[in-house]
């Protein structure tokens, strides 16, 4: 049996050429979400690279407020006339093994992630799915082809530990299992909820509790990271299959009724966006950030290792929920955040009791977020209702002071910052502290204080908070500006000012209040453009800087060095794109059509069907960081929107 022309056609696919090549399919993950906070993650040949990968990866709140690997992968054997023919694929020291690659024959993401093997005469089709709202995942198997009698085995592997961490072989581990329909239960321990393997059908559980030590993950080791661990194999399940056949096995903290698992499979596919095309894996992509549990709508930031940033989910919301009509959960979402207030600051990190607040510009996003919320909707009544008293007591924790050393300047402008600490989006802190400190004024915190400002003022006519946004404009073109070099200053400090070419000035074209003239914008957008745009986003720093670092790589030391010296950030785009249509209409659709065309090619690198968070800021632009970045993702569908409603 032929694999039919659908796989062909689909627009992520990958033959058997690439898929067998390990260079090449190693440096090619998937990331699926539910909506409840959980994630499965793994390379598209299955052999996970990344501590962070796993097939169930899920929030164990009774421990602590991160994710936890539960099941880290299977390995799957199939037998025939007596020979085995494992089909899984894990790194060891100095080698890989199982080798079950080489049996891979196609894969496409259409609209779920589907694996085809050929063994000799067996096809065999991997298919894998999340659970909306329940923490299990759902691995379909189907027996496309056979000539004899075929069984198959499956041999999970258990990490049972926090995914920021490694699993090692310890006396303290539970290796007993209990009876469950068509399965097992596991609690390696007992701070853990256990899990449920089961299967669709009948099978035979072997129980075979051993260790399998010094598992390898290529990504850490180059990260600069502890990268070995040991997982826990309790023994393999066992069963038959006949030819055109599926049988389900699914991996879930809650046991699950076996009679019900192919209905489950059905209904969670007909859920799908089909990932057909760039625009529908971006919508798909964008649904993966928004996170309901216990109440709360959070964005995480991005995946496999970012929790909720409130900087980020106030940048990203708009592109990831309100380009596609849904005003519910953007409001759900400004909501939860809302509850985190504290003071005059929104949490940089965290929520609740786990927060950090280090963050000057989250409280002004806010802003901006509910001025696209009214862009996209027209609805000016429910912002000033909800919010208004919010954005007052912002504005004014601003002016007296708050955190950090955060307070209005006698002319008017936001200074911030101290020793050791980074304020602003440029965040990165190694082991000698902030690598761009930017203490003082930054440009994009005045920039986005000023349209705070007029946006209140707008919704409240509140004449003395005009009169400061007076006072905010002339100080901003007096002290950022210069007219002979025709861009503005990065920070100003006293006396000091940095002129380093760097992005943050782009908001001041873009954000619906501008402090600047239409001619102070264009000799920005140009010198942005010239310097700091790539194919992937802005640099951020000009190559032209003796700071600038053009390989983000190496451990977190080096990364950290490079992160905003030179990387490549995608977000940034949405600004930038932003400015120029302001000021060039109609006539720049064509530029921005063609950069947004541009990540097309994305959708099949690094993390498939999605947008990385940052790229090298040399040629080619390397995709770098988390697989998928939310900002990146929002912004990329927001500038899709803001092209069609040219």
Not at 44 to 55: A, E, F, M, Q
Not at 221 to 236: N, V
Not at 506 to 525: V, W
Request: net charge neutral.
């Amino acid at each position: 049996m032929e694999i039919s022309n659908f796989y062909r056609m689909s627009y992520i696919h990958f033959d058997k050429t690439q898929l067998i090549n390990l260079n090449y399919s190693l440096d090619r993950e998937i990331i699926r979400t539910n909506r409840g906070g959980c994630y499965t993650s793994t390379t598209i040949i299955g052999c996970n690279t990344r501590k962070y990968h796993g097939l169930l990866v899920v929030p164990q709140p009774q421990i602590n407020e991160q994710l936890h690997v539960m099941l880290s992968t299977v390995h799957e054997t199939v037998i025939q006339r007596g020979a085995s023919f494992n089909l899984g694929i894990s790194k060891f020291p100095g080698n890989y093994f199982p080798r079950g690659h080489k049996y891979l024959e196609d894969f496409t993401s259409e609209p779920i992630p589907k694996l085809t093997y050929r063994v000799g005469g067996v096809l065999l089709q991997k298919e894998l799915i999340l659970d909306t709202n329940r923490d299990r995942v759902m691995i379909r198997y189907t027996l496309l082809d056979a000539h004899s009698p075929t069984k198959i085995q499956i041999k999970p592997f258990l990490a049972f530990r926090g995914y920021h961490d490694l699993s090692k072989a310890n006396d303290r581990v539970n290796r007993n299992f209990e009876k469950v329909p068509n399965g097992a239960k596991f609690q390696l321990y007992p701070e853990y909820s256990p899990l449920y393997l089961q299967l669709s059908k009948k099978n035979k559980f072997h129980s075979e509790p051993d260790w399998y030590y010094n598992f390898e993950y290529i990504m850490e080791r180059e990260r600069g990271y502890e990268y070995q661990e040991d997982l826990f194999y309790p023994g393999y399940f066992e069963f038959d299959i006949e030819k055109g056949e599926s049988v389900i096995f699914s991996a879930g903290l809650t046991e699950a009724d076996p009679s019900t698992r192919q209905r489950a499979f059905e209904k969670e596919l007909a859920r799908r966006v089909p990932r057909n095309n760039f625009e529908n894996c971006l919508i798909n992509s964008a649904s993966q950030f928004i996170q309901r549990r216990d109440g709360k709508t959070h964005v995480v930031a991005g995946y496999p290792w970012f929790g909720w940033w409130g900087r980020d989910t106030f940048i990203a919301s708009p592109g990831l929920t309100l380009t596609q009509g849904d005003k519910e959960t953007f409001l759900e979402i400004m909501d939860t955040m809302v509850a985190d207030l504290h003071g005059p600051l929104f949490p940089n990190v965290g929520s609740g009791v786990m927060r950090n607040m280090t963050s000057m510009d989250a409280p002004l996003w806010f802003f901006w977020s509910l001025q696209q919320y009214i862009i996209f909707t027209g609805d000016k009544k429910t912002v000033k209702e909800k919010y208004l008293d919010k954005m007052k007591g912002i504005i004014d924790g601003f002016r007296v002071g708050t955190d950090y050393n955060i307070h209005m300047l006698d002319n008017g402008l936001m200074y911030g910052g101290e020793e050791g600490i980074a304020l602003t989006w440029m965040d990165a802190v190694n082991s000698d502290g902030p690598v761009t400190p930017r203490i003082g004024c930054p440009v994009e915190i005045n920039a986005l204080w000023y349209n705070a400002l007029c946006f209140y003022h707008e919704l409240s006519g509140d004449e003395e908070i005009k009169s400061i946004a007076d006072l905010v404009k002339k100080s901003f073109n007096e002290v950022f500006w210069d007219e002979k070099r025709g861009y503005l200053a990065d920070y100003v400090d006293g006396n000091y000012k940095d002129w380093s070419v760097r992005p943050n000035m782009i908001f001041a074209t873009s954000l619906p209040y501008s402090p600047l003239e239409e001619s102070q914008m264009d000799s920005i957008l140009e010198i942005v453009k010239s310097k700091l745009l790539t194919k992937r986003g802005l640099r951020s720093l000009s190559p032209d800087d003796p700071g600038y670092k053009g390989y983000y790589h190496g451990n977190q030391y080096t990364r950290d060095l490079a992160y905003h010296n030179g990387t490549v950030w995608a977000w940034l785009l949405g600004h930038f794109v932003e400015g120029y249509l302001r000021l060039h209409g109609k006539s720049g659709k064509h530029f921005v059509e063609k950069i947004i065309q541009g990540f097309d090619e994305v959708m099949s690198q690094y993390g498939i069907g999605t947008v990385a968070e940052i790229y090298d800021g040399d040629p080619p632009h390397r995709p770098k960081g988390s697989i998928s970045q939310a900002w990146s993702v929002g912004e990329l569908l927001r500038m899709m929107y803001l092209v069609k409603k040219l």
